[in-house]
């Protein structure tokens, strides 16, 4: 079954960069969009972003839009998160997760059935 390792977390300060990756168990660039999706304590489960299979475009939610940005490595199976001007509010638990391809992916949890672990991004002076 395909899992995702996510890592490059850790503590940065405000306006600090950080940059995630997810490690895929197998190929996914042939059947699966990747999305980017964080959870802080006591808040629902937010899309950060995502990239699509068929055709690469890429999407990011409101709050992260022109600080964040996704790409994919498909020689190495990973996508990454660059994560740039990072605000405490940015502080959460980031999974990346996949769904089957299509002309566009989604922000929203529902239709991603396969998830990493987490990593831990904690902004803070």
């Known amino acids: 079954q395909l899992q995702f390792v996510e890592s490059g977390g850790g503590l940065v300060q405000p306006g600090g960069s950080l940059r995630l990756s997810c490690a895929a168990s197998?190929?996914?660039?042939?059947?699966?969009?990747i999305g980017w999706f964080r959870q802080a304590p006591g808040k629902e489960r937010e899309g950060v972003s995502c990239?699509?299979?068929?055709?690469?475009?890429?999407y990011y939610g409101d709050s992260v839009r022109g600080r964040f940005t996704i790409s994919r490595d498909n020689a190495k199976n990973t996508v990454y998160l660059q994560m740039n001007s990072l605000k405490p509010e940015d502080t959460a638990v980031y999974y990346c997760?996949?769904?089957?391809?299509?002309?566009?992916?989604?922000?929203?949890?529902?239709?991603?059935?396969?998830w990493g672990q987490g990593t831990q991004v904690t902004v803070s002076s």
């Open positions: 997760a996949a769904r089957s391809r299509d002309y566009s992916c989604s922000l929203t949890p529902f239709p991603y059935h396969y």
């Open positions: 990239i699509t299979s068929m055709n690469g475009l890429t």
């Open positions: 197998e190929s996914t660039s042939d059947y699966y969009d």
